[in-house]
Structure formats: C-alpha cells, structure tokens
C-alpha cells in the first residue's frame, strides 16, 4: 500500500477512492492503522479479506494490530 494514495473523507479513510475503514468515534486511530496497513498489507491482500465481509479491524488485528494501545 501506497501512503499517498490514502486520503481522509469525513469519518472514512479511502485508499485509492476504495473505503478502508470508518471511524466515526475514533478518528485518533487513523494514523496507526494507515501506518500499520501500509507496513503489514499488499492492497489486494487487504480488499480480499475485507470484500470477503471480514470487519478492518478484525482484518489489522489478525496481524498484530492491538487498536487498544494504538
């Protein structure tokens, strides 16, 4: 994953116009979760698993990713 390819939307981080992930009561965590995609994800790795149904969260978390102390 590219950094210059993620943009901010509102609550939504997009990548490349594709939805990522919301946050709508947790904006904080933006930053270390676009850090930690970019460093653990190819973009077909992750859009796979998400567009499988699987949660982005549950998707960071299944590799290391602990949004508690992000």
Known sequence: MIKELFKIDGEYLRYNGKIVARFKY?????????????????????????DSGIAPFDIAEAKGWNWRTA
């Open 26 to 50: 947790s904006k904080k965590l933006r930053p270390s979760f676009r850090k930690f995609l970019i460093n653990n994800f190819t973009t077909e790795e992750y859009f796979a698993a998400k």
